[in-house]
């Protein structure tokens, strides 16, 4: 028989191999278990209502995310005239400062990874529901990287925190947070919310549907066997 | 269905990827090696020589670094002959004046609380490890809760907040830097040099094995793998 090289082959998966994996400690149980005995975290072997919960949160995160740029996000006032800076506005006023970098630090954060974010978990959740063929090991990646740059765009609150807390001098200028401010905590808050609650093995599973049901004996692989482990696939 | 001669004796032995559902079985990894899943590339054991002492010894320095800072001057500003300086809590607080109160809790968490709290977590599981002592109660709900909330320790991302809203007031204000944002600024260092350190298999079979070595003391021998 010929050994099919492809690494989406399906392969054994604790589900099909009648058990349940532990999400938060990587241990598996006999399927039908509640909770992990190692960790005590909650056992699902396939979170279908994720994609449900996933869609909410985005849901909300996109309601909150709108005014978060319709809104000042600063107020500054100086001398008694109070002016207000949306984010793009803010953005725009540090550029023409010459602050081109720091002016493309806070689109890319509070603008670009927002919008990618929606557009990727919407695409994933999506290509989950349909059943989409496209490459799970991208969509995986993916699901990674918005997993590990969301929480990045909270850095736009920051600033506003250190900014009205920092410029109060007295009747000559002082900077107040603006409405946006705690709009678009919130949009980054539930968006975080909404990637987390995405179960990545469902990706997975769209190998496994229409694969043909292994037949025989299937040995269990070892990815860490001392000689055998496998390579990083980044080098 | 599960053939039966598919499964081994013992679950224990087993480890599936939490990102794709794949199943391996877990065998000993050597420090500073990597098992990475076959089908996702998730990282699945890499564990690090001295990592549990390490990582106490890195929380350690989180919780002094994050307390002092707290307490000590974070930034001055200084323009036409006024003054004005922000403490870290000030600048949490900034949205409590605008009838943001939550949001100012969540600041203050997002960037104190919750690196204290991930910190003394992993004191109160790893350091008994270091003795080889029997887990403390609590231990395996707390490393649980290290990782969870290891999304929403945001040190890191708050000190480059600074950072930009600094560059923001720059041609408005002189501001001077005190030692709790150097303070802040080392903590990033310490905060992402920890995270790439932790292996959670690793800790897992940890606590796993020092658990079963303080239930039976006497002869029974840890499981072995193979
Ligand atoms: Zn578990
Ligand atoms: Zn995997």
Redesign the interface.
């Known amino acids: 028989m010929v050994e099919p090289r492809d690494?989406?082959e399906p392969?054994?998966?604790?589900?099909?191999?009648?058990?349940v994996?532990?999400?938060?400690?990587?241990?598996?149980?006999?399927l039908g278990q509640r909770r992990c005995g190692?960790?005590?975290?909650r056992l699902i072997s396939r979170d279908r209502r994720s994609l449900s919960r996933v869609w909410a949160w985005w849901t909300v995160g996109l309601i909150c995310y709108i005014p978060a740029n319709l809104f000042p996000m600063l107020e500054t006032t100086f001398l008694g005239k109070t002016s207000g800076d949306t984010i793009v506005s803010g953005a725009v006023l540090?550029a023409m400062?010459g602050?081109v970098p720091?002016a493309l630090?806070?689109l890319l954060a509070s603008v670009c990874v927002p919008v990618a974010k929606f557009i990727a978990v919407a695409y994933l959740a999506a290509s989950v529901q349909r059943g989409l063929p496209a490459d799970?090991?991208r969509r995986?990646?993916l699901y990674?990287l918005v997993?590990f740059i969301g929480?990045?765009s909270?850095?736009?609150?920051?600033?506003?925190?250190?900014?009205?807390?920092?410029?109060?001098?007295?009747i000559?200028?002082s900077i107040?947070?603006?409405p946006a401010?705690?709009t678009f905590?919130l949009a980054v808050?539930f968006t975080?919310i909404s990637a987390?609650s995405f179960d990545?093995?469902l990706?997975?599973d769209s190998l496994e549907a229409d694969a043909p049901r292994a037949s025989?004996?299937?040995k269990?692989?070892?990815?860490?066997?001392?000689g055998g482990?496998?390579?990083?696939?980044q080098t | 269905?599960?053939?039966a001669?598919?499964?081994?004796g013992d679950?224990?032995d087993?480890?599936?990827?939490?990102?794709?559902?794949?199943?391996?079985?877990?065998?000993?990894?050597?420090h500073g090696?990597?098992?990475?899943?076959?089908?996702?590339?998730?990282v699945?054991?890499a564990p690090l020589e001295g990592a549990i002492l390490n990582i106490v010894a890195l929380s350690l320095t989180v919780l002094l670094l994050l307390v002092t800072a707290v307490f000590l001057p974070f930034?001055k500003?200084e323009?036409?002959g006024?003054?004005?300086t922000?403490s870290i809590f000030?600048?949490?607080?900034?949205?409590a004046?605008?009838k943001?109160v939550a949001?100012s809790m969540?600041?203050l968490a997002?960037?104190v609380f919750i690196p204290v709290l991930r910190a003394s977590l992993l004191i109160f599981t790893l350091l008994p490890l270091l003795s080889h002592g029997r887990p403390l109660p609590g231990a395996?709900?707390a490393?649980?809760w290290t990782?969870?909330l290891r999304?929403?320790s945001?040190a890191e991302?708050?000190v480059?907040?600074?950072g930009?809203?600094l560059?923001?007031?720059?041609?408005?204000?002189r501001?001077e830097l005190g030692t709790a944002f150097w303070l802040f600024a080392v903590l990033v260092v310490v905060t992402v040099w920890q995270d790439t350190i932790i292996c959670?298999?690793t800790i897992?079979e940890a606590?796993?094995r020092e658990e079963a070595a303080h239930k039976r003391p006497s002869s029974v021998p840890e499981p072995d793998h193979g």
């Open positions: 690494v989406f392969v054994l998966t604790a589900r099909k191999a009648g058990l994996a532990c999400t938060h400690c990587a241990r598996v149980w006999p190692r960790c005590g975290g540090l400062h602050a720091v630090v806070i799970p090991l995986t990646q990674e997993e929480r990045w909270m850095i736009d609150v920051f600033v506003v925190a250190v900014l009205s807390a920092l410029v109060q001098l007295s000559v200028v107040h947070p603006g401010a705690l905590a808050f975080m987390r990545s093995r990706i997975w025989g004996t299937k269990i692989p070892a990815p860490a066997a001392p482990v496998l390579k990083d696939p | 269905m599960p053939q001669n598919e499964l081994p679950l224990r087993l480890i599936a990827c939490p990102s794709c559902d794949a199943l391996y079985r877990a065998a000993e990894t050597a090696e990597r098992a990475v899943c076959a089908r996702c590339h998730h699945l054991i930034l500003i323009a036409k006024l003054s004005h922000a000030d600048a949490a607080l900034a949205f004046d605008a943001m949001l969540a600041v997002l960037i395996r709900l490393f649980r990782e969870d999304p929403w945001m991302i708050f480059l907040g600074v930009v809203a560059v923001k007031i720059a041609d408005m204000a501001v959670r298999w897992w606590l796993d």
